[in-house]
């Protein structure tokens, strides 16, 4: 999912927050919402789609209108409903409160069941809801205090931005999972999962929220307070393989940077030598430059990407995704032709996507065709926050290498390793990192119970 939020005495922050959430778009496609308020009115808008779907009539409004929070969506099937959209809202002895999360809390149905026994309702079936009915509950006099008290019990991956009808509030677990920065517009605040929101509503980067840090924000300005210290921190990693927009930055780290070396480390590590240098596009581009540059083969443009299909995952059967891998992608013919070809990739998931570009490759001409990963394989279930229902059909848990490569029909295959991962990110600590889904190394607790309604 994605997060963003905007306290502005100045600025429209529907319609800022409504051009956040359009490049956060990529963090979540299922269903976006904006909560506004003008200090005593709160109103939420929320629907199934994209951001330009979802809005196309109009973006929300208020006279006075001075805070708005803003979510996309992501998860699994199943939970794909309009009851889950969010920012989530509710009324309570305090006032009002609106909450978007980004992340997956691996101790929510615990919490939640202990409340329900309680006789608390909840409305919908997702993990965030744990965070509204804590706070509401709480005894605390402030709402800052509310908020901390909720959050230490809170065990998983989370970054929040919430709003009250005075302030606007992020916090980032103490973990660090997802990221959360702070931007500046002249005297507007702006909270955002990723910065590349920041550059396009024209707020200037800050700094990132820190894991274990809540920044409230008010007319007096933003206030820092730090609830909770981990033992270790865990970025999650792959944020800068896939899930973040390479013209990110994420606790000091490039995206596109960290992809370029993974380009020229796999080229390194796996030696491979072939005519042209080619990517899957987007996720794989910048890994196939960074390839290329280091091995000295050309990069070419051997497969064109429809620019207007998206959501190759949320298609419920596997019929239906294996043609959408054809209305995504097709190869260029006059690129591939005769040619030997490296093809560079982020990750494989199942293997469905691999397999099918390779035989489009090979049909189109291609005499060898040789995938580089720029990840290691994922071998391991996510829970904190990376789409588990693709994760459930992991090739790379039954498969080695070699028996992926023979699935997708590959001549050669090569996964970055771990080594070379870390290597990559020069600008951050590859010791504060997750990299669970490739080693199995866990750095929280794992979910005692199924997690309810996962949201990414
Ligand atoms: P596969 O070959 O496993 O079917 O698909 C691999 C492709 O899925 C890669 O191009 C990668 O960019 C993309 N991918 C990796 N993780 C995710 C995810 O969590 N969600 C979606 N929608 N795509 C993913
Ligand atoms: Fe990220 Fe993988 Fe860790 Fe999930 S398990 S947080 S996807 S590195
Ligand atoms: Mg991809």
Redesign the pocket.
Known sequence: CGVFGIYSRTEDVALNTYWGLYALQHRGQESAGIAITDGSWMDVTRGMGLVNEVFRHQVPHMDNQYIAIGHVRYSTTGSSLLANTQPLMVNYSGGKISLAHNGNLTNAAEIRRELEEQGTVFQTSIDSEVFVNLIARSRKESVEEKIMESLVKIKG?YCLTIMTEEKLIGARDPQG?RPLCIGKMGDSWVLSSESCALDTVGAEFVRDVEPGEMVVINDKGLKSYHFATADKK?A????YIYFARPDSVIDGQSVHDARFEMGRILARESGFKADIVISVPDSGTTAATGFAYESGIPFKEGLMKNRYIGRTFIQPSQQKRDTSVRLKLNAIKSVVNGKSVIMVDDSIVRGTTSGKIVRMLKAAGATAVHMCVSSPPIG?P?????DTSARKELIAATKSVEEIRQYIGADSLHFLSIEGLKESLKAVSCED??????NSA??GEKPKEDTIGADK
């Open positions: 991956a999972f865990a999650c990693v792959f944020e391991y996510c829970y904190y926050g990376i990192m997750c990299y669970a889904c490739f866990y750095p």
